[in-house]
């Protein structure tokens, strides 16, 4: 049992790329979500999925897209990199969607130069 | 108005001496109040939770106070070790919803 898994686990990209950041989750949660960790600021929710085929935008959404296509796959991708999204990503899934019991990835540390 | 409002930023408490952190929020639809513990490389993982109609729950040496009528809540750390040197984090999730809303953390230091 893997829990949530995140991948890569650094990247450095140049501003203007574009990059999808992986999720996979294998304990059949129907939520799932991202956030970024910034110093000072906590972990601010980026988008969500209560369930395959629905997602919703959470505080910091611009610049991002995701998809969920299966219960297991939440990824995030990023259009067009900017140095304000330099920052750790995490992902996060949870049974119940009402935030009990989120099981949290380690994380990505995206550098954006 | 979904803000949660943590203190202090960084704390250094020596060992075995009483680790306090306060969080506070405005959003009384807040029903679920949990605090997470991240050490560092890693994701957070939960810790300990409380809903509004409890005062206090206590597991181990970590206790949740919970001030409802001040909206306030706080993580009580007995007996800290310097095995508890982590960041931490108080949480909030809204009646119904299904998204957390995470104070600014705490890195707590317990030295030796």
């Known amino acids: 049992n893997a829990g949530v898994t995140q991948t890569p686990k650094f990247q450095v990209l140049k501003t203007g790329q574009s990059m999808t950041l992986q999720c996979a989750q294998d304990?059949?949660?129907?939520?799932m979500s991202w956030y970024r960790q910034d110093p000072g600021m906590g972990l601010r929710l980026i988008h969500y999925?209560?369930?395959?085929?629905?997602?919703d935008q959470g505080e910091v959404p611009n610049g991002y897209n995701v998809s969920r296509s299966t219960t297991e796959d939440f990824p995030l991708r990023l259009l067009s990199a900017a140095p304000s999204q330099t920052s750790v990503y995490f992902c996060?899934?949870?049974?119940?969607?009402f935030g009990r019991g989120y099981t949290f990835g380690s994380g990505t540390r995206l550098t954006v130069v | 108005q979904q803000q949660v409002k943590q203190s202090p930023q960084s704390l250094i408490v020596q060992k075995g001496g009483i680790s306090i952190i306060n969080c506070a929020y405005e959003?009384?639809?807040?029903?679920?109040f949990p605090w997470y513990q991240q050490f560092p490389g890693k994701g957070p993982a939960l810790l300990i939770a409380?809903?509004?109609?409890?005062s206090e729950k206590k597991e181990g040496r970590f206790t949740i106070s919970f001030n409802k009528s001040a909206k306030q809540f706080s993580l009580h750390i007995m007996d800290s070790q310097p095995g508890d040197s982590a960041t931490y984090f108080c949480?909030?999730?809204?009646?119904?919803?299904?998204?957390?809303?995470f104070g600014q953390g705490t890195r707590l230091t317990i030295n030796p």
């Open positions: 409380i809903r509004p109609d409890v």
């Open positions: 949480a909030a999730t809204l009646q119904g919803a299904q998204k957390l809303v």
């Open positions: 996060a899934s949870s049974p119940t969607g």
């Open positions: 304990m059949n949660h129907e939520y």
């Open positions: 959003n009384t639809a807040f029903d679920y």
């Open positions: 999925s209560v369930g395959a085929g629905i997602t």
